[in-house]
């Protein structure tokens, strides 16, 4: 007769992990992790697999809680050694396409919400919108990601207006505070006028209102608003009157009423198809959505399992979500579209963290599922709307591809442009599109050094040469067969001009001996016409079709980068210029004053002490300064 054993995971069982770590070698492969069902949880590759496996459990390793989810479920671990890290690329792929592990199924970080982080890590915590969710630091925090864009700039917008906040990530002047603090926008941070306990206590106020607790805010502030009208401090309290007004008035925006149901609740559901998922996820607080999030997940390698088991992907999204979240924001009751397939540990694990019972619910009849219902319709519309524009997106790289004669559509683009004033303050331009889609993160500004591009002298093919230098110097020390396996290095590169600038920069890539690892065109204004390296005419394609469209987007984002570059750098040159009219001030002397006070308009409100603070400026020289100004 047998006896069914209780298999323990491997992190309460010591004895047998390090037992089972020292079989392990060090040697390239995967390893497969395995819970007591013998599912298998994940599929990894590295180069050296024990030192690999053993970061997983060691105390000092900083793990996200997903993966200390995973973790606390393993009881065993399988290997298999393979001669080179490229090899346990590919077996690594072909076992997860087949096995399709729970902890593999990642969402896809595709920038395609915002969200709003709050650096608490900091003396003075930042608010600002952002597209990228890494915690640099545990203590600060990310609220979203929010589908409607325009609706969380203007609710951060009238935070703004009404909370005095931090305006900048580094102080402007070294001994007094900006303008921004003389218009209230700001309560002198950068000159610690206000406490880091009372500043943070704004802060947590504003917080409030992104984690959904509107109501509860203005409670608070109804109180200190009475508080402060009975001690006669009637300017503080006409200030909390503004912020109670202001809440109401984002409420009027934000809040539609569902019922007279108090309790808290999330509720989620997603829409797909063969390639992506729109996950929507509603915030409901006493009775009114207060917060409408959104999740876009890639299913393209694990459409077959995915479809049988859409739980999957809604326990995913919510246990990254809630990783990130405060306790407060967490929900007595979530109601989810599909039953999850392990409910039980993510509802530990919100229990733990909230401090009380946290329900997960499948609701099948009334006020609940029709509730699902419509965030799922929310989220068939979300997806209607992505998949059109990845579908245009699509057919524009299949088409660029067939233009240009490529074996597969380029992954990343890059192009060039050159701006300046009859010589006068040229600059240069590199933005990039990946998979047709601006990837602001990897643009790049240009001053041009060249000494022969002056005033009344420009000179677009000798300024291109440089930019294209620089840009592709970094690379001559890597080995060319890895040039294209690098994530920096552009599949296309596109210039905007005609043979002229074509040929200047085939030059410089044929002597940096990369010309060979890349695609290389030019699309003249005029006609919009594609010219390639060695051919005196241009491409047959008409204007507009898809893949000479992709192209003149990219052109043209080129040109308004470069264009609004070259303005700030003559705006600032406008300055020296005007400076240059007050007697006795030389051009090192222009610079400091710069320097120090950062704008024209700052120089003008500075009284002769504040001027005197700039090195090489006596008193003489700064009531000449002042008298030129007033």
């Known amino acids: 007769m047998s006896e069914n054993k209780t298999i323990l995971p491997l992190i309460d069982t010591p004895e047998i992990l390090q037992a089972r770590l020292q079989e392990i070698p060090l040697f390239p492969g995967i390893y497969l ?3 007591e069902r013998d599912i298998i949880l994940y599929i990894g590759k590295s180069k050296k697999l024990r030192s690999r496996v053993q970061s997983y459990f060691r105390e000092s390793v900083s793990h996200s809680p997903r993966i200390t989810m995973m973790i606390k479920q393993i009881t065993d671990i399988e290997f298999i050694v393979t001669d080179t890290e490229a090899e346990a690329l590919v077996l690594e792929a072909n076992l997860i396409k087949k096995y399709n592990p729970y902890f593999n199924i990642l969402l896809k970080d595709d920038k395609k919400y915002p969200y709003i982080c709050i650096t608490w890590s900091e003396k003075y915590p930042r608010i600002f919108i952002t597209r990228k969710r890494k915690m640099s630091n545990k203590k600060d925090r990310y609220y979203g990601p929010y589908v409607d864009t325009s609706l969380l700039r203007k609710t951060l917008e009238i935070i703004q207006q009404n909370f005095p906040l931090r305006q900048r990530s580094k102080p402007l002047f070294k001994n007094r505070p900006c303008l921004n603090y003389d218009l209230g926008k700001c309560p002198g941070v950068c000159q610690s006028l206000i406490t880091p306990e009372d500043y943070q206590t704004n802060v947590e106020k504003v917080a409030m209102i992104f984690q959904g607790r509107t109501t509860e805010l203005r409670n608070i502030l109804t ?52 390639h992506h998922s729109c996950i929507q996820l509603f915030q409901i607080r006493a009775s009114h959505l207060v917060g409408r999030l959104g999740f876009f997940v890639d299913i393209t390698n694990f459409f077959p399992a995915i479809k049988d088991n859409l739980g999957l992907i809604l326990q995913k999204v919510l246990e990254e979500h809630y990783s990130y979240v405060d306790s407060l924001e967490i929900p007595s009751q979530i109601l989810v579209q599909y039953a999850l397939p392990y409910p039980e540990i993510l509802g530990k694990f919100l229990t733990e963290k909230k401090g009380i019972k946290v329900d997960i619910l499948t609701p099948q009849r009334q006020k609940k599922a029709e509730l699902v219902e419509m965030v799922h319709k929310n989220a068939e519309y979300e997806l209607k709307r992505t998949q059109k524009f990845l579908d245009q997106n699509n057919l524009a790289m299949i088409d660029l591809a067939k233009i240009l004669n490529l074996s597969q559509a380029p992954k990343r683009i890059e192009g060039y442009d050159i701006s300046h004033l009859q010589g006068s303050n040229a600059v240069g331009s590199q933005v990039v599109f990946i998979d047709g889609i601006p990837a602001k993160q990897y643009y790049r500004h240009y001053q041009i050094k060249n000494p022969d591009i002056t005033i009344g002298h420009s000179d677009d093919f000798v300024a291109l040469a440089e930019v294209i230098e620089r840009r592709f110097k970094p690379f001559l020390n890597v080995k060319k067969k ?23 920069i085939v030059k410089v890539l044929t002597e940096m001996d990369i010309l060979p690892y890349l695609t290389v065109v030019s699309l003249a204004k005029k006609r919009e016409e594609i010219f390639i390296p060695n051919q005196s005419f241009p491409l047959k394609t008409d204007p507009d079709q898809a893949g000479v469209k992709l192209l003149r987007r990219l052109r043209d984002e080129a040109h308004r980068f470069a264009v609004t570059f070259h303005r700030q750098q003559r705006q600032k040159k406008s300055i020296i210029s005007y400076l240059e009219e007050i007697p006795g001030l030389g051009f090192e002397r222009q610079k400091k004053l710069l320097a120090h006070f950062h704008s024209l308009d700052y120089i003008r409100e500075a009284n002769i002490s504040q001027l005197m603070e700039v090195s090489g400026i006596g008193l003489n020289l700064a009531q000449t300064i002042y008298n030129y100004f007033h």
Request: proline content about 1%; glycine content about 6%.
């Open 33 to 35: 992790m395995r819970d």
């Open 482 to 504: 890895d040039l294209t396996q690098d994530e920096n290095f552009p599949h296309l590169l596109m210039i905007d001009g005609g043979k002229g600038q074509l040929s200047a």
């Open 223 to 274: 109180e200190q608003m009475t508080i402060a009208s009975e001690n006669l401090k009637f300017e503080l309290a006409s200030k909390i009157r503004d912020q109670i007004q202001a809440l109401t008035f984002l409420n009027v925006d934000q809040k539609v009423s569902l019922g007279a149901d108090t309790s808290s609740k999330d509720v989620i559901a997603l829409a797909f198809d063969h």
